[in-house]
């Protein structure tokens, strides 16, 4: 991968993290699934890049890839799921989050859990690390929580 490549990439993924601040900044309770989906690709737009694919946005059961349709009604309740991905002169950054919209709270634990057990694997990531060892953290932090 020549140096231009690995630029688009970090590119792509400069763009897919300032957007995910974005999103948590203005979804609400209610907002329709359909104008969230536009807004994504509205920002990805105005940042030079194109959609890697459909944006996903899941509710609650659903565990993901629902992406709502042009008269699409469903809203915004219940455990959010945000998955979409940035193409910046072909190169893609893809991520996904989830967002807490139900009344009590109750899956703000979940997602907590989830983004430890990740940041903490992400800090064992390193060249020739075996898998394993990225698995073993994984599981102490849940078994820990």
Do not use: C, W
């Not at 309770?29 to 536009?38: C, E, G, Q, R, T």
């Not at 009590?104 to 057990?117: C, H, P, S, V």
Request: proline share 3%.
């Amino acid at each position: 991968m020549d140096k231009a490549e690995i630029e688009n990439y970090l590119e792509a993924g400069k763009i897919h993290k300032a957007i995910v601040e974005v999103v948590r900044s203005f979804v609400k309770k209610d907002m329709l699934l359909i104008d969230i989906a536009k807004k994504i690709e509205e920002e990805i737009a105005n940042r030079n890049a194109k959609p890697a694919f459909p944006v996903n946005l899941s509710l609650n059961e659903i565990a993901a890839h629902y992406t709502p349709s042009k008269d699409d009604s469903t809203k915004v309740e219940g455990l959010l799921k945000v998955d979409f991905g940035v193409d910046f002169n072909g190169a893609i950054a893809d991520g996904a989050f989830s967002l807490d919209f139900s009344d009590d709270g109750k899956f703000g634990e979940m997602i907590k859990l989830n983004e430890t057990a990740l940041e903490t694997a992400l800090g064992k990531l390193e060249p020739n690390v075996e898998i394993s060892i990225v698995g073993q953290t994984i599981s102490k932090v849940v078994s820990d929580f």
